[in-house]
């Protein structure tokens, strides 16, 4: 049974930063492309970030060049380091290994001044 526990998410002022961090527990992780989604209210669930087994990651346009994701296969954890962060960036964050229908219960990202 895949679990996936997200972290680190919280309450900040815009330019703030964040680093969201997910463990993952049964499935061999470092086989994965791990991505991080993320939902707004009223909105569809969207790609924010991804990263391969072999380190290459793909950024959504909304987030390129603030955003970092990386991944620690010793620890079966993949992170989201979110800076310069904007209101629009609030949403509820979840991780994903892709082509998986496993899911975490994500975690909430709200910045506002």
């Known amino acids: 049974q895949v679990q996936l526990v997200e972290s680190g998410g919280g309450s900040v002022q815009p330019g703030g930063s964040l680093r969201l961090s997910c463990t993952v527990s049964?499935?061999?992780?470092?086989?994965?492309?791990m991505g991080w989604y993320r939902q707004a209210p009223g909105k569809q669930r969207e790609l924010v970030a991804q990263i391969t087994n072999g380190g290459s990651t793909n950024y959504a346009d909304s987030v390129k060049g603030r955003s970092t994701i990386s991944r620690d296969n010793a620890k079966n954890t993949v992170s989201l380091q979110m800076n310069s962060l904007k209101p629009e960036d609030t949403a509820v964050y979840y991780c994903?290994?892709?082509?998986?229908?496993?899911w975490g219960q994500g975690t909430q990202v709200t910045v506002s001044s």
């Open positions: 049964g499935i061999n992780f470092s086989l994965y492309t």
């Open positions: 994903h290994p892709l082509f998986t229908g496993s």
